[in-house]
């Protein structure tokens, strides 16, 4: 009897999630993804990423490009971007570079041209200023999540929050952070005649989070520990580690395409998940409006902030080297990062500039 | 089946003094059981009564030698599921052991000695094949002026035992009585009292007309059941299910459920389990008016959908208008739900109850002034949080779900003409998903009714409301916690007036008025920090008054109109704040060039003609062809861009950017009886015109947003199709067929380029066959089987990954896919209550078993990002297992 009540609480508040076979229309391959972001900086930065849609078949679909070209539509300055790897573009441009102004009162646009000759061209994005965040801090909180008895337990999350402000010039901004995390990673190599060695690794956070914010929707423009994303705590936090937060000023198009796609990553088809919707784009075929084409370019300016945690702050949790189980002699590597920790990606041996912990 | 009688002239030998002796010893060589049988009454002189299919157990060949009759009778049942009783000392009867365990009433023999009399010349009521071994049946009925149709308040009914009842303020009446031949007298002042005979085989109906005394007897028409209403009655798309029609379906966890029961009617669906509410013939969920009595329900779920908010043993009936809905009614584009409640008994208390796996009901009714006082109070409640702490997911653990209802109602006969009834309704859910969010709403509601008769040819009923619907949504575990709440109540009043100016011609007349108070919506941060999601919007005010007329006449013996008109007239009232849009829909907020401030008073106003139309056209005695129109106007929507609404989701009146929604409906259908009514199949077809309707831009803002429409498109939707239905209404088997193919079309600029689309509701074939076995009055066994075609979704059609390495699917056009096909069996057996006639304590259990083949139905297909990136297409099912439940009902008389 304990069963049936079990399975009805399990399935009334859990429901069933089940893979399934469903088949999609196959002419999606011809539509095209363009990712691309001019980051202000010294110098700056443009970043383009063009491949064609995933479907479901699994295979790669790259797409050949022409050219692409980044045009300040008031100057009328254009540059082409250059190969930067499989579907990656770009340009960089140097502070006084005569090919191209970088200011906030210019609009800017890009133009990406396939080899079958299709132009797809965006609408205008104008630079806004991104306000200087106070700080990033943290918070430890607990989170019930069921252990290995099927019953819940409390499991600490490192909380993370900003302090700052929205607003630049008098003017506020629109904001979204991506993150990213450092950690000293030692490893602890099975041969025992090699001396273990510290590395600083990097690994990226919440790639299936998106954190942004509009101080013109809630009127608030002072962020005063602002929740921005929950980390589990684990072996990235046993050695020291540094969460940065990149944070981003937006456009209103480019902060409407991130809140779109915030919900469209985050909806798992629950009973009151509004119907998904097509996300908008600032790019077209200008000859065929029916051409599909996915993707948004913007223009940025990034805040660093960075905060580091200490091991004991989060009460030293066990180090990832040496693994709980190793091979007996002869030893081979069980876990390769404990071995070498320059094989776990993202890794160097130099510590970063800015660490200074 | 038929009833196997032999009768034995030894039953009067015996009665004269015949009896068996030491010399009667029974000797019968090997025999099938009907000659064993035969030969045993032969030899020992005595009546041995039986069911020819209860011997269908007993094989082979059966001998005895030098026995006595009871052995012989041993010999014959021995290791069997039969066994026997003496009856008196002149007869046996032959009977499933299960029955010999209980007492066999002694009026259940004699109905079966007398059931061949040919010579009974009064009414007979019900089946013999139904019959109780109780020896009772419960018959129901209403007392109507035979010349007006006006139903007679107080009216007694008189049995030639003693007992008796009276009617209430609608004629109807409910009696428990003996089976066999019954004197019944029926009294009323100022009318002609009239003595029946009436045979009484099982449970029945019997309506009868009184006439003035002026009227001469023979003028008396008493008829059976209006076993032919479906042909008879011109109104069309019209469902009608009563309290035990609703307590015999198989339902989830055992809850015997209104909407349950409405969503196995031709052209009723919803989008899945747990969704809130039902979709008749491809309209949202909120184009339903749904009244208890008069009083209008804003959101009729439980548990969000899993149950709904009526108290079965509270209700009389449901009646479910289908778009042609008659003009009385008004308000909704696609259906009329009425739910009728059920007057406390006025002679003796009676306790009900109910205890399930998820929750326990418990009802009292009785008098508290004999004869002229009543109540009835009913309380119904969960316990579902024991359940929870066993579950094995994090989420369900950290969950909990609760709710309430709570009914009362009095009834005063202020005189023979008269009666007020006051009433109270409130039912409550809580609901809280693991640290995500939280649901808490519920229903306030007080009614007051005044029904009297004018004079001899007309009655007046009316009707005060008062409701409010509160409800609040916790949003616990996002960035920005917070507090959502909005409300929606409003204030009633409707005059209802029907007159018989002639026998067969009925008017009714009436007026009603709603003042409707919202509040859009409310938010209010919950975490540190986020004080600055405190929003309020202004709160909205909206009166709908109507005024309609209603005739039901025959124009002689084979064609019935019911036609109507309903004049509606609405103001959105201030104080509000409008905005004003440069150009025309679809509006945003850039385009707003003035914002005014307006005080009291009307700000903008609706009208609308709704002509309402049924005709029933005979085509011999057991045909007719029945055809209706309705035109219907909306003027309260609710706004929720999923699909299934949620408690939260507010109730938007319309004002000056939101115009009403409105409908042309048509029905054309063709009706046909069998087997003197107890077989009834019907072909109807059904269209709908939408001429104005909304859908949701995408991703919609809905919360708190004072510029709701510029969240919203504006277009015209369709929908038509055919509903097919077969029913056999008694024997031993009985049961229903519908199918029912039906599309739900929209167009709405600025969605899928234009084009038609198919609604979220948008099921083309839908089928239902519930099959009854009753092999006795005591054990009901039902089966329940379910298909609908799968709904349309929006399903990602391939996907790109960003900067922060994020997957994003993209979508195809709206509504372009749809979800695997649903499938559910259920099944349900009752045991019901026991055959001691004496006992004042009754009990029954049944045991249900919900998607017995643990079919795990689609609600909703997603995306997540599997291996290697690639896009992995999952379902969400709702209930993917059986759910057996166990439900212990009682009785207290």
Known sequence: MRMIYVTIAALIFSSCIDQIEFESPKNIQDAISIQARLVHSTPSILNV????????????????????????????????????????????????????????????????????????????????????????????????????????????????????????????????????????????????????????????????????????LTSEFVLSGLDLIDVRIDDAYAEGNYTIAYQQSLSVGAYEYFKELKELISSEGNLFDPPPGKIRTNFSDIANEDSEVFGYFYITEIDTLRHFIAPEEVQSPRRRCPPVFSTPPPRECFVISCCDCLEAPNSQLEKPEWWTN | MRLFLIFCFSLFLYETGISQNESDLINILSSPPLDYLAALQQQSQRAIYYKTSDLETLTGQYSIEQATIEQALDRLTAGSTMSYLKYRDYAYLILPLKYVMDEVSLDYLKLLQNKDDIGFDGMTVGDINMSSPSGLATIAGTILDGQTQEPIIGATIKLADGSGTTTDYDGNYETTIALGVQIAEIEYIGYQSRRLKVKVLSDGN?????????ISLEEIIITETAANDQIANAQISVDKLTAKEIKALPTFLGEADVVQSVLIQPGVSSVGEGAIGFNVRGGDVDQNLVVQDEALIFNTSHALGFFSTFNTDMIKGVNLYKSIIPAKYGGRLASVMEVEMKDGDFERFNLKGGIGAFSARATLEGPLVKDKVSFITGFR????????????????????????????????????????????YKANDDFTLSDQFGFNYGTTMGQFIFKTLLGQRASSSTYIIYSDYLSNQSDIGSLFSSDFMNDINYIKFKEKIIINPSDKLKLELGLSSILYTINPGERIGTADGTEFLNKQLDEDKGLESAAYAEINIPLGDKINIAGGLRASYYNFLGPNTEFVYDGNPPYNTASIIDTISHSSGSIKNYSALEPRFSMRLALGDNTS???????????????????????????????????????????????????????????????????????????????????????????????????????????????TFSYTYSRSLRQVAGLNRGDWYPSNYDKPHEASLILNYQPNQRNTATLNFTYAQGRPTTPPIGGF?????????????????????????????????????????????????????????????????????????????????????????????
């Open chain 2, 801 to 893: 990954v960003t900067d922060s390495n994020a997957f994003v699917p993209v979508f195809a056009e709206r509504n372009q896919f749809r979800i695997p096909d649903y499938q559910r069996i259920d099944f349900a057996y009752t045991l019901g209550q026991g055959y001691k006639t004496t006992s004042k304590f009754k009990m029954s259990w049944t045991f249900t078993i919900y998607n017995i083949l643990g079919r795990k139905n689609a609600y909703s297909v997603f995306f997540r990002r599997g291996g290697f990136n690639l896009p992995e297409a999952y379902q969400l099912s709702i209930l993917g297992n059986a759910f057996p439940a166990l439900t212990l009902n009682f009785e207290l008389l």
């Open chain 1, 49 to 216: 990423e063009v491949k064609r849609l995933f479907d479901f078949t699994g295979i790669p679909l790259n797409i050949k490009v022409r050219s692409i070209e980044l045009t300040n539509t008031i100057s009328g300055q254009s540059m082409t971007a250059v190969d930067a790897g499989v579907n990656q573009y770009r340009i960089i441009i140097p502070d006084d570079s005569p090919d191209m102004d970088i200011n906030y009162e210019d609009s800017y646009s890009l133009t990406v041209e396939t080899l079958d000759s299709k132009i797809f061209v965006s609408t205008p994005e104008k630079l806004v200023r991104v306000p200087r965040g106070n700080q990033l801090s943290h918070t430890i909180i607990e989170k019930l999540e069921l252990d290995l008895f099927d019953e819940l337990s409390p499991v600490d999350f490192i909380q993370y929050e900003v302090d700052g402000t929205t607003m630049v010039d008098n003017i506020p901004t629109r904001l979204r952070w991506t993150f990213e995390q450092a950690f000293i990673l030692t490893d602890e190599p099975e041969d025992l005649t090699i001396e273990p060695k510290s590395c600083y690794t990097f690994r990226n956070l919440g790639s299936n989070v998106e954190a942004n914010y509009d101080p013109y």
């Open chain 2, 206 to 214: 019997l309506d009868l007309d009184l006439y003035k005394e002026a």
């Open chain 2, 381 to 424: 409640t969960s316990y579902s949080d024991w359940i929870l702490g066993l579950a094995t997911t994090a989420d369900a653990k950290n969950s909990s779900a609760s709710f309430y209802d709570f009914n009362a109602r009095m009834t005063v006969k202020l005189s023979q003409k008269s009666s007020a009834i006051l009433s109270y």
């Open chain 2, 625 to 735: 062809l029945k055809m209706g129109y309705s035109r219907t106007v909306q003027y309260i929507n609710q706004i929720f861009n999923s699909a299934s609404p949620t408690p939260t989701s507010q109730w938007q009146l319309s004002n000056t950017n939101i115009e009403p929604n409105s409908s042309h409906n048509i029905s054309l259908g063709i009706f046909k009886n069998y087997d003197n009514n107890n077989v009834e199949s019907s072909i109807t077809l059904f269209g709908r015109q939408i001429d104005q309707l909304f859908d949701y831009k995408n991703f919609a803002e809905l919360t708190v947003n004072e510029h709701l429409e510029t969240e919203l498109l504006f277009g015209t939707g369709q929908a038509y199709g055919l509903e097919f239905s077969l029913k056999r209404k008694t024997g031993k088997v009985n049961g």
